[in-house]
Protein backbone atom coordinates (compact mmCIF):
# COMPACT_ATOMS: atom_id res chain seq x y z
CA UNK A 1 0.00 0.00 0.00
CA UNK A 2 1.68 3.49 -0.73
CA UNK A 3 0.86 6.32 0.93
CA UNK A 4 2.14 9.65 0.09
CA UNK A 5 0.44 12.00 3.05
CA UNK A 6 3.68 10.85 5.93
CA UNK A 7 0.89 10.98 8.59
CA UNK A 8 1.82 10.52 12.04
CA UNK A 9 -0.94 9.25 14.00
CA UNK A 10 -0.05 9.37 18.32
CA UNK A 11 -2.88 7.20 20.48
CA UNK A 12 -3.40 8.17 24.02
CA UNK A 13 -2.76 11.84 22.80
CA UNK A 14 -4.93 13.43 26.28
CA UNK A 15 -2.17 11.88 28.20
CA UNK A 16 0.90 13.15 29.80
CA UNK A 17 3.27 12.17 26.78
CA UNK A 18 0.58 12.92 24.30
CA UNK A 19 0.60 16.32 25.38
CA UNK A 20 4.32 16.75 25.11
CA UNK A 21 4.35 15.45 21.82
CA UNK A 22 1.60 17.94 20.93
CA UNK A 23 3.97 20.91 22.38
CA UNK A 24 6.75 19.75 19.85
CA UNK A 25 3.95 19.68 17.16
CA UNK A 26 5.61 17.68 14.54
CA UNK A 27 4.33 18.25 10.81
CA UNK A 28 1.30 16.25 10.06
CA UNK A 29 0.18 14.67 13.09
CA UNK A 30 -3.48 13.37 13.90
CA UNK A 31 -4.04 12.69 17.54
CA UNK A 32 -6.46 10.41 18.99
CA UNK A 33 -7.74 9.95 22.29
CA UNK A 34 -10.34 7.92 24.50
CA UNK A 35 -13.37 10.21 23.61
CA UNK A 36 -12.24 10.23 19.86
CA UNK A 37 -11.97 6.17 19.71
CA UNK A 38 -12.25 3.29 21.92
CA UNK A 39 -9.44 1.14 20.55
CA UNK A 40 -10.72 -2.34 22.81
CA UNK A 41 -13.13 -1.82 20.03
CA UNK A 42 -11.37 -4.02 16.54
CA UNK A 43 -13.91 -2.57 14.44
CA UNK A 44 -14.11 1.16 15.16
CA UNK A 45 -10.23 0.64 15.31
CA UNK A 46 -9.61 -0.61 12.07
CA UNK A 47 -12.15 1.70 10.17
CA UNK A 48 -10.55 4.79 11.92
CA UNK A 49 -6.94 3.78 11.12
CA UNK A 50 -8.05 2.88 7.17
CA UNK A 51 -9.64 6.64 7.09
CA UNK A 52 -6.77 8.22 8.08
CA UNK A 53 -4.17 6.02 6.74
CA UNK A 54 -0.86 6.96 8.77
CA UNK A 55 2.21 5.93 7.81
CA UNK A 56 3.80 6.32 11.02
CA UNK A 57 2.30 5.53 14.73
CA UNK A 58 2.97 6.47 18.38
CA UNK A 59 0.80 3.98 20.59
CA UNK A 60 0.40 4.93 24.11
CA UNK A 61 -3.31 4.10 24.80
CA UNK A 62 -3.31 2.29 27.75
CA UNK A 63 -5.74 1.78 30.99
CA UNK A 64 -3.81 2.34 33.82
CA UNK A 65 -3.82 3.17 37.79
CA UNK A 66 -1.93 3.53 40.57
CA UNK A 67 -0.81 0.75 42.66
CA UNK A 68 -4.10 0.43 44.28
CA UNK A 69 -6.60 0.23 41.06
CA UNK A 70 -3.86 -2.00 39.05
CA UNK A 71 -3.98 -4.82 41.90
CA UNK A 72 -8.04 -4.69 42.19
CA UNK A 73 -8.22 -4.29 38.55
CA UNK A 74 -5.83 -6.79 37.97
CA UNK A 75 -8.34 -8.78 35.29
CA UNK A 76 -9.98 -5.71 33.72
CA UNK A 77 -6.45 -3.95 33.64
CA UNK A 78 -5.11 -7.11 31.74
CA UNK A 79 -8.28 -7.47 29.49
CA UNK A 80 -8.36 -3.89 28.12
CA UNK A 81 -4.86 -3.51 27.87
CA UNK A 82 -4.46 -6.61 25.74
CA UNK A 83 -7.41 -5.82 23.15
CA UNK A 84 -6.13 -2.08 22.94
CA UNK A 85 -2.55 -3.36 22.11
CA UNK A 86 -4.09 -5.95 19.92
CA UNK A 87 -6.23 -4.23 18.11
CA UNK A 88 -3.71 -1.31 17.55
CA UNK A 89 -0.87 -3.41 16.19
CA UNK A 90 -3.11 -5.53 13.90
CA UNK A 91 -4.98 -2.01 12.56
CA UNK A 92 -1.49 -0.93 11.86
CA UNK A 93 -0.22 -3.83 9.85
CA UNK A 94 -3.40 -3.88 8.01
CA UNK A 95 -3.06 -0.30 6.80
CA UNK A 96 0.34 -1.06 6.11
CA UNK A 97 2.33 1.35 8.61
CA UNK A 98 5.83 1.36 8.12
CA UNK A 99 6.80 2.19 11.20
CA UNK A 100 4.90 2.14 15.31
CA UNK A 101 6.46 2.79 18.33
CA UNK A 102 4.93 1.29 21.53
CA UNK A 103 5.51 2.02 24.95
CA UNK A 104 6.13 -0.03 28.28
CA UNK A 105 7.38 0.85 31.48
CA UNK A 106 10.04 -0.15 33.81
CA UNK A 107 7.81 -0.97 36.48
CA UNK A 108 7.09 -4.15 34.75
CA UNK A 109 9.81 -5.81 34.81
CA UNK A 110 10.48 -9.22 37.00
CA UNK A 111 9.80 -8.36 40.27
CA UNK A 112 13.31 -10.21 41.40
CA UNK A 113 15.85 -8.91 38.85
CA UNK A 114 19.36 -7.94 38.40
CA UNK A 115 20.27 -4.49 38.20
CA UNK A 116 20.35 -2.12 36.23
CA UNK A 117 17.21 -3.43 34.54
CA UNK A 118 18.26 -4.28 31.08
CA UNK A 119 16.19 -4.44 27.74
CA UNK A 120 16.92 -7.84 27.43
CA UNK A 121 15.56 -9.50 31.15
CA UNK A 122 11.88 -8.24 30.55
CA UNK A 123 10.58 -11.72 30.56
CA UNK A 124 13.02 -13.40 32.81
CA UNK A 125 10.79 -14.19 35.59
CA UNK A 126 7.09 -12.40 36.75
CA UNK A 127 6.26 -9.27 37.82
CA UNK A 128 5.29 -7.64 41.17
CA UNK A 129 1.86 -9.47 42.23
CA UNK A 130 0.56 -5.50 42.70
CA UNK A 131 0.57 -5.10 39.00
CA UNK A 132 0.23 -8.69 37.46
CA UNK A 133 -2.64 -7.93 35.01
CA UNK A 134 -1.23 -4.75 33.95
CA UNK A 135 2.65 -5.94 33.28
CA UNK A 136 1.41 -9.29 31.31
CA UNK A 137 -0.41 -7.31 29.07
CA UNK A 138 1.94 -4.55 28.55
CA UNK A 139 4.58 -7.49 28.06
CA UNK A 140 2.46 -8.87 24.78
CA UNK A 141 3.47 -5.67 23.06
CA UNK A 142 6.85 -6.76 23.15
CA UNK A 143 5.35 -10.25 22.11
CA UNK A 144 3.18 -8.75 18.93
CA UNK A 145 5.40 -6.62 17.70
CA UNK A 146 8.14 -8.96 17.35
CA UNK A 147 5.93 -11.75 15.96
CA UNK A 148 4.90 -9.29 13.44
CA UNK A 149 8.32 -8.70 12.66
CA UNK A 150 8.52 -12.48 12.20
CA UNK A 151 6.19 -12.82 9.89
CA UNK A 152 5.29 -9.69 8.30
CA UNK A 153 8.07 -7.68 8.47
CA UNK A 154 6.36 -5.01 10.22
CA UNK A 155 9.15 -2.09 11.79
CA UNK A 156 7.16 -2.58 15.03
CA UNK A 157 9.50 -0.88 17.67
CA UNK A 158 9.29 -0.56 22.06
CA UNK A 159 10.04 2.13 24.08
CA UNK A 160 10.72 1.98 28.09
CA UNK A 161 10.53 5.14 29.87
CA UNK A 162 11.80 4.88 33.34
CA UNK A 163 9.59 7.36 35.91
CA UNK A 164 7.90 10.34 33.97
CA UNK A 165 7.05 13.59 35.21
CA UNK A 166 6.38 16.75 34.25
CA UNK A 167 2.95 18.64 33.32
CA UNK A 168 -0.32 17.02 32.62
CA UNK A 169 0.72 14.14 35.74
CA UNK A 170 -1.69 12.90 37.91
CA UNK A 171 -1.35 14.81 41.08
CA UNK A 172 -3.11 13.03 43.56
CA UNK A 173 -1.34 12.96 47.01
CA UNK A 174 -3.08 9.62 48.37
CA UNK A 175 -2.23 7.53 44.56
CA UNK A 176 0.04 9.60 42.66
CA UNK A 177 3.53 8.66 42.45
CA UNK A 178 6.34 10.81 44.26
CA UNK A 179 6.98 14.10 41.71
CA UNK A 180 3.79 14.72 41.73
CA UNK A 181 2.76 13.58 45.15
CA UNK A 182 5.31 16.02 46.59
CA UNK A 183 4.00 19.00 44.93
CA UNK A 184 0.95 18.88 45.46
CA UNK A 185 1.76 18.22 49.27
CA UNK A 186 3.60 21.15 49.35
CA UNK A 187 1.14 23.19 48.06
CA UNK A 188 -1.40 22.48 50.32
CA UNK A 189 1.22 22.92 53.07
CA UNK A 190 2.02 26.14 52.26
CA UNK A 191 -2.02 27.01 51.48
CA UNK A 192 -2.43 26.14 55.24
CA UNK A 193 0.45 26.48 57.07
CA UNK A 194 0.74 22.97 57.79
CA UNK A 195 4.29 20.35 57.88
CA UNK A 196 4.97 19.02 54.75
CA UNK A 197 4.92 15.27 55.59
CA UNK A 198 6.96 13.12 52.90
CA UNK A 199 6.56 9.33 52.92
CA UNK A 200 9.32 7.14 54.33
CA UNK A 201 13.52 7.38 55.44
CA UNK A 202 13.80 9.60 52.25
CA UNK A 203 16.52 7.24 51.81
CA UNK A 204 15.81 5.29 48.57
CA UNK A 205 16.71 6.15 45.21
CA UNK A 206 15.09 6.69 41.68
CA UNK A 207 15.99 7.79 38.15
CA UNK A 208 13.49 10.13 36.72
CA UNK A 209 12.75 11.63 32.76
CA UNK A 210 11.45 14.80 32.22
CA UNK A 211 7.79 13.93 29.73
CA UNK A 212 9.61 16.33 27.05
CA UNK A 213 12.90 13.71 26.81
CA UNK A 214 10.47 11.39 26.06
CA UNK A 215 8.52 12.87 23.15
CA UNK A 216 11.79 14.01 21.31
CA UNK A 217 13.24 10.66 22.28
CA UNK A 218 9.49 9.23 21.10
CA UNK A 219 9.88 11.03 17.30
CA UNK A 220 14.07 10.27 17.48
CA UNK A 221 12.94 6.66 18.05
CA UNK A 222 10.36 6.72 14.86
CA UNK A 223 13.42 7.73 12.35
CA UNK A 224 16.55 5.75 13.83
CA UNK A 225 15.97 2.45 16.05
CA UNK A 226 14.44 -0.35 14.34
CA UNK A 227 15.45 -3.75 16.44
CA UNK A 228 13.65 -6.29 17.74
CA UNK A 229 14.12 -5.69 21.10
CA UNK A 230 13.40 -2.52 23.32
CA UNK A 231 15.19 0.54 23.92
CA UNK A 232 15.48 1.90 27.73
CA UNK A 233 14.46 5.48 28.07
CA UNK A 234 16.68 6.61 31.15
CA UNK A 235 19.22 9.30 31.60
CA UNK A 236 20.55 6.70 34.41
CA UNK A 237 20.83 9.52 36.80
CA UNK A 238 19.58 8.67 40.04
CA UNK A 239 18.83 11.23 43.33
CA UNK A 240 17.52 10.15 46.66
CA UNK A 241 14.01 10.87 48.00
CA UNK A 242 15.59 13.69 49.90
CA UNK A 243 17.47 15.40 47.63
CA UNK A 244 14.39 15.27 45.15
CA UNK A 245 12.21 17.24 48.28
CA UNK A 246 14.99 19.77 48.96
CA UNK A 247 14.56 20.50 44.71
CA UNK A 248 10.91 20.70 45.12
CA UNK A 249 10.92 22.77 48.44
CA UNK A 250 13.05 24.96 46.96
CA UNK A 251 11.12 24.87 43.21
CA UNK A 252 8.08 26.22 45.23
CA UNK A 253 9.99 28.43 47.72
CA UNK A 254 8.37 26.12 50.72
CA UNK A 255 10.40 27.59 53.91
CA UNK A 256 8.09 25.51 56.18
CA UNK A 257 8.29 22.21 58.27
CA UNK A 258 10.02 18.89 56.67
CA UNK A 259 8.81 15.91 57.95
CA UNK A 260 9.45 12.13 57.22
CA UNK A 261 7.10 9.96 58.30
CA UNK A 262 8.30 5.97 58.95
CA UNK A 263 5.25 4.90 58.89
CA UNK A 264 4.41 5.19 55.42
CA UNK A 265 6.77 2.53 53.29
CA UNK A 266 9.48 2.89 51.46
CA UNK A 267 9.40 0.52 48.69
CA UNK A 268 12.62 -0.86 47.13
CA UNK A 269 15.76 0.81 48.14
CA UNK A 270 16.66 1.19 44.55
CA UNK A 271 15.07 -0.16 40.82
CA UNK A 272 18.29 1.77 38.48
CA UNK A 273 17.81 1.17 34.72
CA UNK A 274 20.28 0.41 32.50
CA UNK A 275 20.70 3.75 30.20
CA UNK A 276 23.72 2.11 27.89
CA UNK A 277 21.83 1.04 24.53
CA UNK A 278 20.16 5.17 24.66
CA UNK A 279 23.51 5.79 25.13
CA UNK A 280 25.26 4.12 22.16
CA UNK A 281 22.62 4.93 19.78
CA UNK A 282 21.83 8.53 20.89
CA UNK A 283 25.02 9.93 22.58
CA UNK A 284 24.78 13.22 22.55
CA UNK A 285 20.60 12.94 23.56
CA UNK A 286 20.90 16.47 26.31
CA UNK A 287 18.38 14.67 29.56
CA UNK A 288 16.75 18.32 30.84
CA UNK A 289 18.61 18.81 34.20
CA UNK A 290 15.68 17.76 36.98
CA UNK A 291 16.55 21.34 38.76
CA UNK A 292 14.70 22.51 35.31
CA UNK A 293 12.31 19.71 34.92
CA UNK A 294 10.92 20.44 38.04
CA UNK A 295 10.75 23.74 38.06
CA UNK A 296 8.88 23.22 34.51
CA UNK A 297 6.28 21.06 36.30
CA UNK A 298 5.97 23.57 39.41
CA UNK A 299 5.09 26.56 36.85
CA UNK A 300 2.38 24.58 35.21
CA UNK A 301 0.93 22.78 37.87
CA UNK A 302 0.60 26.51 40.02
CA UNK A 303 -0.26 27.64 36.56
CA UNK A 304 -3.33 25.35 35.89
CA UNK A 305 -4.26 24.92 39.49
CA UNK A 306 -7.12 23.27 40.69
CA UNK A 307 -7.94 21.95 37.22
CA UNK A 308 -5.40 19.57 37.06
CA UNK A 309 -5.88 15.92 37.54
CA UNK A 310 -5.84 15.02 40.96
P1 LIG B 1 7.88 3.46 43.40
O1 LIG B 1 9.04 3.97 42.60
O2 LIG B 1 7.13 2.36 42.72
O3 LIG B 1 8.29 3.11 44.80
O4 LIG B 1 6.83 4.62 43.42
P2 LIG B 1 6.55 6.00 44.12
O5 LIG B 1 6.77 7.06 43.12
O6 LIG B 1 5.15 5.89 44.67
O7 LIG B 1 7.54 6.19 45.35
C1 LIG B 1 8.91 6.42 45.25
C2 LIG B 1 9.54 6.74 46.60
O8 LIG B 1 9.09 8.02 47.04
C3 LIG B 1 9.24 5.76 47.73
O9 LIG B 1 10.44 5.57 48.47
C4 LIG B 1 8.25 6.54 48.60
O10 LIG B 1 8.30 6.16 49.96
C5 LIG B 1 8.75 7.96 48.42
N1 LIG B 1 7.76 9.00 48.72
C6 LIG B 1 7.92 10.04 49.60
N2 LIG B 1 6.83 10.79 49.67
C7 LIG B 1 5.93 10.27 48.81
C8 LIG B 1 4.60 10.63 48.44
O11 LIG B 1 4.03 11.59 48.92
N3 LIG B 1 3.99 9.85 47.50
C9 LIG B 1 4.62 8.78 46.93
N4 LIG B 1 3.95 8.05 46.01
N5 LIG B 1 5.86 8.40 47.28
C10 LIG B 1 6.52 9.12 48.20
Same mark, same amino acid.
Given at each position: ??????????????????????????????????????????EKC??? =???????????????????????????? =???????????? *????????????? &??? &????? /?????????????????????????????? @???????AYR????CDF???????? +?? /???????????? @???????? +????????? =????????? *????? +??????? *????????????????? #?????????????????? @??????????? #????????????? &?????? +? /?? =???? /???????? #??????????????
Amino acid at each position: MTNQNNILLVTGADGMVGSAIRRLDPPNTVYLGHKDLDLADFEKCKKV =FGEIKPTRVIHLAAVVGGIGGNTIHSGE =FFRQNVMINVNT *LEAARLVGVKKLL &SFM &STCIF /PAQCDYPLNEKDLHKGPPHPSNFGYAYAKR @MLEVQSSAYRKEWGCDFIVGIPTNI +YG /PNDYFNIEDGHV @MPSLIHKI +YLAKKNGTD =FSVWGSGQP *LREFV +YVDDIAK *LALWALNNYTEDSPIIF #TSGNEISIKDLVGLVAKA @MNFTGNIVYDS #TKPDGQFRKPSDG &SKLKKY +Y /PD =FVFT /PIEDGIQK #TVDWFLANYPNVRK
